[in-house]
């Protein structure tokens, strides 16, 4: 299964964005998408994920209450809402599938090509 994220793009703080990852399979209900960020000069780190059967999302403290992370199963697509967007945001966004909860970018394979999130100040 490989995933693909789009939707990133050039946005101001405070703007919000809507990111797509597009599943080449169908998940398993027990699957678990995750959504994953990269600043340049720093290490990937855990964004937010969602349990595909239940729906349990999962988020970073830096994101929470800011970002809602959904899915549409008829589709295999995840999104990642990102409102009241942050300078620090900026990154690019990668998402990836999991067979159980993990924040480690280990534990997670599909990994596709990366969307672009640039936050202008």
């Known amino acids: 299964v490989q995933l693909q994220a789009s939707g990133g793009g050039l946005v101001q703080a405070g703007d919000s964005l809507r990111l797509s990852c597009a599943a080449s399979e169908r998940l398993f209900s027990s699957s678990i998408m995750g959504w994953f960020r990269q600043a340049p000069g720093k290490e990937r780190e855990f964004v937010a994920s969602i349990r595909w059967g239940t729906g349990r999302t999962y988020y970073a403290d830096s994101v929470k209450g800011r970002f809602t992370i959904s899915k549409d199963g008829a589709k295999n697509t995840g999104y990642l809402q990102m409102d009241s967007l942050k300078p620090d945001d900026t990154a690019g966004y990668y998402c990836?599938?999991?067979?159980?909860?993990?924040?480690?970018?280990?534990?997670?394979?599909?990994w596709g090509q990366g969307t672009l999130v640039t936050v202008s100040s």
């Open positions: 990836a599938f999991a067979t159980s909860y993990s924040t480690r970018d280990v534990d997670y394979r599909g």
